[in-house]
């Protein structure tokens, strides 16, 4: 595990691998949305862990327009993207909420792919679950789906989560190396095709603000009410204009198998990746 302040670490590390080895590096930001702890259900019912998946030269070039934007309505480069925050500091600023989403769009008609799992916490409350056991079967099946995308699109990945406390980044880990040493057997994945892709797991701490993570911010609140409008529970013409905004481009985001696709490992494993699944209990 290794944990780092500096977002250059991040091209450090893009331009070892890629000097190393003759694949394309995907970098892997993730975030969560919400608590996990199941108790909290009435309040928070949702859990939600996203992961934002690009190459080197996607990131730079979002994160020099998303700096030209901060800069126009937030006045300055240094300027922090939290959903929660954003709508109170447009309105600080006197700018449009719809101009700001407007040009947002722009920036973000770049080629990345989003990945989210979520949580029912009431249905995981009355299952018994804990903290820790949310946490085990969020990242055992994020881990899940992005190794399974990584060997069928023949990439390697470096993994950036935030730091948090020592039980939780503990069970990062381990989620992380269950699949470096066991494989997947469902797919005939062995734990040496994992270890030629899944290679490198960081640790990041809060200051280090990197695009990828205030974009996995940015999305995750939209996993959850993409699963409250297919339950029913929330209509999409309720969502403020933002949001709506938002939702559309996670649905555009989300990996989809591809149709015409011959080669026959990866045919036996596009149908298993779930970009955006939501947690038997």
């Keep these: 595990m290794i944990y780092i302040h500096s977002r250059e670490y991040i091209s450090f590390i893009f331009n070892l691998f890629s000097l190393e080895f003759k694949y394309e590096i995907l970098l892997h930001f993730l975030d969560e949305h919400g608590s996990a ?3 909290t259900y009435i309040t928070d019912p949702c859990f939600v862990v996203t992961a934002i998946l690009c190459n080197q030269k996607t990131k730079d070039i979002l994160t020099d327009e998303l700096d030209i934007l901060k800069l126009e309505y937030f006045g300055k480069k240094s300027y922090v993207l939290h959903r929660t925050e954003l709508l109170v500091d447009l309105k600080m600023e006197n700018k449009k909420i719809d101009s700001f989403m407007e040009d ?3 920036v973000l008609n770049k080629t ?4 989210q799992v979520l949580v029912d916490k009431e249905e995981a409350f009355k299952r018994g679950w804990v903290t ?9 099946k994020l881990f899940e789906n992005i190794t399974k995308y990584s060997i069928a699109k023949n990439v390697r990945n470096i993994i950036f989560v935030e730091a948090s406390s020592v039980n939780q980044d503990i069970i990062i880990y381990q989620n992380f190396f269950h699949f470096i040493a066991n494989g997947i057997d469902t797919v005939y994945i062995t734990h040496e095709d994992v270890k030629l892709h899944l290679t490198s797991l960081n640790f990041v701490t809060k200051i280090n603000n990197d695009t990828g993570e205030q974009l996995a911010d940015l999305f995750s609140k939209s996993g959850k009410h993409k699963s409250l409008i297919k339950e029913g529970l929330l209509n999409y013409k309720d969502l403020k204009s933002f949001e709506q905004v938002l939702l559309n481009i996670l649905e555009e985001k989300l990996f989809t198998c591809p149709k015409n696709c011959i080669d026959k490992r990866k045919v036996k494993i596009y149908p298993t990746i779930n970009s955006f699944e939501i947690l038997s209990i």
């Design 104 to 106: 947002l769009q722009k």
């Design 132 to 140: 820790k056991t949310v946490y085990r079967r969020v990242y055992r």
């Design 112 to 115: 990345f792919v989003i990945f």
């Design 37 to 39: 702890d199941p108790k």
